[in-house]
């Protein structure tokens, strides 16, 4: 997420004030142009996408008969996922970004829905996170990691991609506030962590990522 001289600066800089409120305001103030998106990239996450050609992706995508993207934005990750499983449901708090999905995809065997990851009840056997979790302020943070093991099925997978920092690292006034260990702790009660990578994604300086594989026993 760029702030500087971006158009979206203004709502990124609301969201501690409107946690939840300012990602519908700035879906719907791009007004379709996705270029006034900080996230979005008319493409598939590129950690999800080389994930998916390692062996462990091709066992866990190859096996899953349903998938959840969490916070999906306009869709990019979904739609990608759904090559590989036959049932995917995407959802994301902003109505405007899910009904803006659904005209991008129009022939799309996604399913789009709005919902509030606070509050929707389902499970599938392979959930995908990125980057929804880092633009909630630290304050939700615990509720909202806490949510991701209860959309899995038994012996279904996380796969959580994330900016990383050190648990003593300060955070900034505005999103995105990168994730700790510390903060995804609550995951390693109910989870097995399969595999967990730290790695620098980019060049100049380059991001530092999480991306993490999770089962559910
Ligand atoms: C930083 S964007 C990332 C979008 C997408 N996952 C990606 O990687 O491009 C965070 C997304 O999560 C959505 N979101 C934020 N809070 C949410 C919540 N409580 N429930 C569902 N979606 C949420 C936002 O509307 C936004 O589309």
Redesign the pocket.
């Known amino acids: 997420?760029q702030v500087e001289n971006n158009p979206a600066d203004k709502h990124i800089a609301r969201a501690k004030e409107k946690p939840?409120g300012w990602?519908?305001d700035l879906?719907r103030d791009a007004a379709r142009n996705a270029d006034l998106i900080?996230?979005?990239?008319d493409e598939a996450?590129p950690n999800l996408r080389s994930w998916a050609k390692t062996a462990s992706g091709q066992e866990v995508l190859g096996s899953a008969k349903t998938a959840l993207?969490?916070?999906?934005?306009?869709g990019?990750?979904a739609e990608f996922i759904s090559r590989f499983v036959p049932e995917v449901t995407a959802?994301?708090?902003?109505e405007t970004?899910i009904a803006w999905a659904k005209e991008r995809f129009a022939n799309t065997k996604v399913k789009y829905m709005t919902?509030?990851?606070?509050e929707?009840a389902t499970s599938c056997d392979f959930v995908f996170?990125?980057?929804?979790i880092?633009?909630?302020p630290l304050d939700m943070r615990s509720r909202?990691v806490a949510r991701l093991p209860e959309f899995m099925n038994p012996g279904g997978r996380l796969l959580l991609v994330a900016r990383g920092r050190e648990n003593e690292q300060p955070l900034a006034d505005h999103?995105?506030w990168p994730l700790s260990r510390a903060d995804l702790s609550p995951l390693d009660a109910v989870l097995q962590t399969e595999t967990f990578e730290d790695y620098v994604e980019g060049t100049d300086p380059g991001i530092r990522r999480f991306r993490i594989l999770y089962k559910k026993p």
């Open positions: 997420m939840l990602f519908e879906y900080p996230w979005a990239d996450n993207v969490v916070g999906c934005g306009l990019d990750d959802f994301d708090i902003s970004a919902a509030n990851l606070f929707l996170e990125s980057y929804t880092q633009a909630l909202a999103p995105p």
